[in-house]
Structure formats: structure tokens, C-alpha cells
């Protein structure tokens, strides 16, 4: 298993130290597109990230591995990313910096579906102002949405690779071990 992690910028050194400790292989992402997995999209700054991606040409062979079926997983920025007003790919649409000037930062610990309470650091996050039926909302804080799954996409408003809890990363690992075992063809 070798799994891709958009590098472009923000984030992506944490998720690597993430997947190292839990013995995977990865690759940073920055020009070309590789065949991997699954992907991680960081947390970092949605715009730059996409301005970026669309510079380098990686929107659409990424878009594409995503919609056919490639595990990804999207925190803070890389939920946005993955929104139906950026790569259009998941069901959600992001509100942006959405928790208001003093609660820019904060860390809580709130209920994951199927996993328990997680540590959850927020860092001008978003939260999943609307969803389509296809979509499970996995968290809420405040009332809000942070994290949800739909089919090979997880995401999450926090930042799992900021904390020493794993869970999350396991859950990601967890979809791309039964998608390569899947035989149904794509
Ligand atoms: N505020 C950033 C954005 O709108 C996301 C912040 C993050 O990824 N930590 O893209």
C-alpha cells in the first residue's frame, strides 16, 4: 500500500510522520500524478492549494482518481477542496473560516461515529454547511458538521495529524484496505 499525499503546501509533513508511525508507505505529491491507494488532501490554504493544483495540472487526473473511486481522505483545506465549489467531487459544500474571529483555533473532543470521543484541533476551519443524502455526517461540534464520509471520501474540519490520536488515519487505511480488495470493476 503506497499512499499519495498532495504536497503542495500546508500540512502534508504531519500526515507523513502520521502514516510513518503507522508503517506506511507514502509519496508527496507536488507535480505529477502517481498511481497509489489513496490520497490525502492537508489542511493549508484552499485557494493557494487550488490555484497551485490547477498550475501544475493536477486537477483533473486527481479529480478523475477521485471519481473513480481512489480512498481519499480531506482535512480543514482538503475538505474544502473536495467540495462541490472546488474539485466537485463530494456532496458538501464548505463554509470557510467559519467559526468567527476568537474561535478561530480551538481544541475540543467530541464523539466520532464508530470510533468514540476523538481530540479534535480546529485551525480556521470550515464546517459542512449543507450535504446531500449520499453523504453520512460522522461529527458534529456545536450542532455543526466536522466530518463525514461519502463512498471512498472522508473528511474531516479538524486536523487529525496534529494530535497523537491515530484513529482517524486508521479509519482512512481501513477504506483503502477493503477498496483494493474490492473486485467490483470501475
Ligand atoms: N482557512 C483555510 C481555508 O479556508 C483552511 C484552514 C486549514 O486548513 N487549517 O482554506
Same mark, same amino acid.
Given at each position: 500500500?503506497?499512499? &499519495?499525499?498532495?504536497?503542495?503546501?500546508? /500540512? #502534508?509533513?504531519?500526515?507523513?510522520?502520521?502514516?510513518?508511525?503507522?508503517?506506511?508507505?507514502?509519496?508527496?505529491?507536488?507535480?505529477?500524478?502517481?498511481?497509489?491507494?489513496?490520497?490525502?488532501?492537508?489542511?493549508?490554504?484552499?485557494?493557494?492549494?487550488?490555484?497551485?493544483?490547477?498550475?501544475?495540472?493536477? #486537477?483533473?487526473?486527481?479529480?478523475?482518481?477521485?471519481?473513480?473511486?481512489?480512498?481519499?481522505?480531506?482535512?480543514? /483545506?482538503?475538505?474544502?477542496?473536495?467540495?462541490?465549489?472546488?474539485?466537485?467531487?463530494?456532496?458538501?459544500?464548505?463554509?470557510?473560516?467559519?467559526?468567527?474571529?476568537?474561535?478561530?483555533?480551538?481544541?475540543?473532543?467530541?464523539? #466520532?461515529?464508530?470510533?468514540?470521543?476523538?481530540?479534535?484541533?480546529?485551525?480556521?476551519?470550515?464546517?459542512?454547511?449543507?450535504?446531500?443524502?449520499?453523504?453520512?455526517?460522522? &461529527?458534529?461540534?456545536?450542532?455543526?458538521?466536522?466530518? &463525514?464520509?461519502?463512498?471512498?471520501?472522508?473528511?474531516?474540519?479538524?486536523?487529525?495529524?496534529?494530535? /497523537?490520536?491515530?484513529?482517524?488515519?486508521?479509519? #482512512?487505511?481501513?477504506?483503502?484496505?477493503?477498496?483494493?480488495?474490492?473486485?467490483?470493476?470501475?
Amino acid at each position: 500500500m503506497k499512499i &499519495a499525499i498532495l504536497a503542495l503546501q500546508g /500540512a #502534508f509533513a504531519e500526515h507523513e510522520q502520521m502514516l510513518r508511525l503507522l508503517g506506511v508507505e507514502t509519496t508527496l505529491i507536488r507535480e505529477h500524478w502517481e498511481d497509489v491507494s489513496g490520497l490525502i488532501i492537508p489542511g493549508g490554504e484552499s485557494t493557494s492549494m487550488m490555484r497551485i493544483m490547477r498550475d501544475e495540472g493536477l #486537477f483533473e487526473p486527481l479529480r478523475q482518481a477521485i471519481l473513480d473511486g481512489l480512498p481519499v481522505l480531506g482535512t480543514c /483545506a482538503g475538505l474544502i477542496m473536495l467540495d462541490r465549489n472546488h474539485l466537485d467531487v463530494m456532496d458538501i459544500t464548505a463554509r470557510r473560516n467559519a467559526y468567527g474571529r476568537q474561535l478561530g483555533s480551538f481544541n475540543t473532543e467530541e464523539e #466520532f461515529a464508530g470510533i468514540g470521543r476523538v481530540p479534535m484541533t480546529f485551525i480556521r476551519a470550515p464546517y459542512i454547511e449543507e450535504a446531500g443524502p449520499e453523504v453520512e455526517i460522522l &461529527a458534529t461540534v456545536e450542532g455543526k458538521a466536522v466530518a &463525514a464520509r461519502q463512498k471512498n471520501m472522508l473528511v474531516t474540519a479538524f486536523h487529525p495529524e496534529l494530535t /497523537a490520536d491515530t484513529r482517524i488515519h486508521e479509519l #482512512f487505511l481501513s477504506m483503502v484496505t477493503s477498496s483494493s480488495n474490492d473486485s467490483i470493476p470501475r
